[in-house]
């Protein structure tokens, strides 16, 4: 039963991930959200995987691959991040609308 629930909960955080890519404006907070909610939701997935197998072999696969996403995803994220600066990509800002004097 557990298994279920970090299966469930690792497809909602990947469902809001995936809003976040499409809500969200430029590339820095997509990116962000993106990649904190991919992450979140494939280790809760993933242990929910491997809650639900038991300790095998197969389980042994899982956790391999859950170590590689958890060392791979943020250097990802990160050259992403460094590539879209180093082409001169500013981060979004509110635009104000500035009409003579204070409020």
């Not at 962000?32 to 929910?48: H, M, N, R």
């Not at 197969?58 to 082409?87: D, E, G, K, M, W």
């Amino acid at each position: 039963m557990i298994a279920y629930l970090f299966i469930f909960l690792g497809l909602v955080f990947i469902f809001f991930g995936t809003l976040g890519i499409i809500r969200f404006p430029d590339i820095y907070t997509r990116l962000q959200t993106s990649s904190k909610c991919d992450t979140a939701g494939a280790v809760a997935l993933l242990v929910g995987l491997i809650l639900k197998e038991g300790l095998d072999s197969f389980s042994l696969r899982i956790l391999i691959i859950l170590v590689f996403l958890l060392l791979t995803n943020p250097v990802a994220s990160h050259a992403i991040a460094r590539s879209a600066a180093i082409r001169g990509i500013k981060p979004w800002r509110k635009k104000r609308n500035v009409k003579g004097g204070a409020d």
